[in-house]
């Protein structure tokens, strides 16, 4: 298929689909169900189940699936063909609507959090009718949410649509006291930019660390790295191209609004960014865009890396969620209106996420918290660990004359009241400047940028959302009761900028001097995942989530649970690795080398030649290796210490404390030996080989 037009969606069960195909009926009913956020009835699903299958067979599907999303961080399905034996020996076809609306899955071996010890093992999957079926492999693909039978969250879809939920409420009631009559619903919408690697399959194949680990543990910087900036926005290589035009079609094919693709900063890095779309779709197709990154690198014989820093001193791989808030009419909330009275609601969702932010900061963290963006975050590559926002000198003088009573700009002598001016136009330019801000205001959207490359993007749109909603209710509250409304809305931006301004900073996010600052403003820094997670469980949040109905306290407390456990196993895993490749390959190497050294400087110093090279380095070479094997040693007695820590946060901090500054102290012993051994007796691929390897 050359046409674009025509490939797109062909794998979707979509509206034209649905339209085509469902007697008109039972279109309306799923139209209506899909609107208001109502279970179908089962007479409507039969009908809807069988077209599908139809439908899927006809595009040679055998299989059907619950498609969820685990709190693994990646997606599960589980097989059923869709074949029912009959009377004579024979089978039919069929898929009933009770198999398209629930699914039944034996939760137990998904993290649960302690949720199973009190809930059933048993777990339930239940479709989502707001984002499509698709085909797969052969396999018709039912995107659904994952709860227990006692109704507890066990995935990433179910508090996300509750947040949405959440948002649409709260932002309902703002529209209406703003006299809006005909928005029936308000949802959220995220384009996520996806940051990645590819690597050689053949030189993968050499590097244990990435096999297991998803990045290297040791590796000697090249000589070259992104220090030229020849790769960023470069010309893509024709393997590359090939890759991304393949992923591209097959995006496309699963309606995936594939929209940009180039070279990052870092060599061997790319980015795909689609064009945005509602968020629980947006997060069901960035899921499906890593696993056909992953398995289409595969048939390129390339090996595609989503861990968030696979190669020290290079750039690590984000991804920016960029955000805003939508009408069912289509108009973007986040866009500063023609009118006084659209740029007073700008103003008011501008403070409400101003306020979000600043209160919510500890979460906004925690919703990026894994192994592997710690590793990122404040390395001067991406944002540092502490939350702020970038608004743009335009927005940022009009904030400031509002909170100070002051005239706005140098022109205008008049004070600057809400719902009475209109607000310049925010040039895009002028608001995009700043990289380095982890949240910015990119003219009519947020952009959040701390984000790891690997992450789904449901967690920190949950907080995202739920955060808003929490501004958007409280000032709903004030707003209803009041007399004046003209008045109280003024007054309650300028209280809002007023108490909130701190979290808003326009200069370099990466420098020392902010970190300071921010620290005397109040922000918090929290560096590490096991710094952070024990703020999940503060008061305040456990309330905010109570209150919107996206996490009760219960859930929440196994889902920390669940992050700290996954920070100790991907830490333990990377520390038994390490161990591994010391042990096994790098020690003998570097032992023999410098066995053949020393016998090289005798036999030479026999027949009175200069034997210094030899000599030396086998002293170097001996001396980093007693060095590397003493840390060796010390990291295979910490590695057992865990197990016997039994509090989850205590045995997080262990390994953050104890385990990576010993995983460092071997890297840094082995990087200094690979660059002083021979190349042929170095075991594994240099960064130069997986950086540049690709032609
Ligand atoms: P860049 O950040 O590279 O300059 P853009 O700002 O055009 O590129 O877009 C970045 C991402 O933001 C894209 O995925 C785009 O679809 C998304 N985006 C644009 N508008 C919105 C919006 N209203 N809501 C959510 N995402 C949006
Ligand atoms: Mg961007």
């Not at 089978?91 to 302690?114: H, N, T, Y």
Request: aromatic share 8%.
């Amino acid at each position: 298929m050359s046409n674009i037009s025509e490939m797109f969606g062909t794998l979707v069960f979509n509206d034209t689909v649905m339209r085509e195909r469902l007697p008109r009926e039972t279109y309306k009913a799923l139209c209506q169900a899909i609107r208001v956020g109502k279970r179908l009835d089962l007479a409507v699903a039969n009908v809807v189940a069988n077209a599908m299958k139809d439908w899927a067979i006809e595009h040679g599907a055998t299989h059907f699936t619950h498609w969820f999303q685990p709190l693994t961080g990646i997606t599960a399905e589980k097989h059923d063909s869709f074949i029912t034996p009959t009377d004579g020996g024979q089978v039919i076809m069929e898929f009933s609507g009770k198999e398209l609306i629930q699914g039944e899955s034996d939760a137990s071996s998904f993290p649960s959090g302690g949720l199973r010890a009190t809930f059933e093992a048993r777990g339930y999957t239940a479709w989502d009718p707001t984002s499509y079926a698709f085909l797969k492999d052969g396999v018709l693909c039912i995107p659904t949410a994952f709860c227990s039978y006692g109704g507890e969250a066990l995935d990433m879809k179910t508090p996300l649509l509750r947040s949405m939920e959440a948002i649409n409420k709260q932002t309902m009631r703002i529209l209406r006291l703003f006299g809006n009559t005909e928005v029936v619903s308000v949802k959220t919408t995220v384009g996520p930019e996806q940051e990645y690697f590819l690597v050689d399959r053949e030189i993968y194949e050499r590097r244990p660390d990435l096999i297991y680990t998803g990045r290297t543990l040791f590796g000697a910087k090249p000589p070259k790295g992104q220090e030229m900036d020849d790769h960023y926005f470069g010309v893509i290589k024709p393997r590359v191209a090939a890759f991304m035009k393949e992923l591209d079609e097959q995006l496309w094919k699963l309606g995936i609004l594939a929209k940009t693709e180039h070279n990052e900063a870092a060599p061997a890095q790319h980015e795909l960014a689609p064009i945005f779309t509602t968020t629980n779709i947006s997060t069901d197709h960035n899921q499906l865009t890593m696993e056909m990154m992953q398995k289409l690198a595969k048939k390129h014989d390339l090996v595609c890396l989503l861990h968030e820093k696979p190669f020290a001193g290079v750039n690590g791989s984000g991804k920016h969620n960029n955000w805003s808030l939508s009408t069912d009419t289509g108009v973007n909330l986040l866009n500063p209106g023609e009118t006084p009275a659209e740029n007073a609601q700008f103003l008011l969702f501008l403070a409400a996420v101003i306020k979000a932010v600043d209160d919510y900061q500890d979460l906004l963290r925690i919703s990026v918290a894994s192994a592997g963006n710690d590793h990122r975050l404040g390395g001067g590559e991406a944002p540092p660990a502490v939350v702020s926002m970038f608004l743009g000198d335009e927005l940022n003088a009009i904030l400031d004359s509002i909170k100070n009573d002051t005239p706005y700009g140098a022109k205008e002598k008049e004070l600057l009241k809400v719902g009475v001016h209109v607000l310049p136009r925010f040039p895009k330019d002028s608001t995009d400047r700043n990289r380095t801000s982890p949240f910015a205001f990119t003219g009519n959207k947020f952009e959040f940028r701390m984000l790891g490359s690997s992450a789904s993007i449901a967690d920190c749109n949950t907080v995202l959302n739920t955060a808003v909603a929490e501004s958007l209710r409280v000032f709903a509250d004030e707003l209803e009761a009041a007399m004046d409304f003209e008045s109280a809305l003024h007054n309650l931006i300028r209280k809002t900028i007023g108490e909130h301004d701190r979290i808003i900073f326009n200069g370099n996010g990466y420098g020392e001097e902010w970190i300071r600052e921010a620290e005397s403003r109040g922000l918090i820094n929290l560096k590490t995942t096991p710094d952070c997670l024990p703020y999940l469980l503060k008061e305040k949040n456990v309330a905010l989530f109570a209150q919107h109905k996206v996490f009760s306290e219960t859930e929440l407390r196994s889902r920390c649970e669940i992050m700290q456990e996954n920070y100790c196993k991907t830490v333990h895993i990377e520390a038994l690795t390490a161990i591994e490749m010391a042990r096994r390959d790098i020690l003998p190497a570097v032992s023999r080398t410098a066995a053949d050294l020393a016998a090289a400087s005798l036999t030479k110093s026999e027949i009175g030649l200069d034997g210094t090279y030899e000599t030396e380095t086998a002293k170097e070479i001996s001396s980093l290796t007693a060095r590397m094997y003493r840390d060796v040693k010390a990291l295979e007695d910490a590695v057992l210490v865990p197990a016997t820590i039994t509090d989850m946060e205590a045995r997080s901090l262990y390994y953050k404390d104890t385990v990576l500054p010993l995983m460092q102290a071997i890297r840094e012993a082995g990087d200094r030996l690979e660059t002083i051994t021979p190349a042929d007796a170095w075991p594994f691929p240099t960064y130069g080989e997986m950086l540049f390897g690709v032609r």
